[in-house]
């Protein structure tokens, strides 16, 4: 099975605002890679292609 590693360096990317479409108030730097895992399921389940 192939592995993929997730590279978490903060910024936008692990921002957080009230939901998932705020593009104005929001904060940086507040979740961890597992955080950002945590919420994409998908992310984290077998790939069958």
Do not use: W
């Amino acid at each position: 099975m192939k592995k993929i590693a997730l590279i978490a360096l903060g910024g936008t990317i692990s921002a957080k605002g009230n939901n998932r479409l705020d593009l104005k108030d929001y904060q940086s730097g507040l979740l961890s890679g597992k955080d950002l895992l945590d919420r994409i399921p998908e992310a984290t389940a077998p790939c069958t292609y």
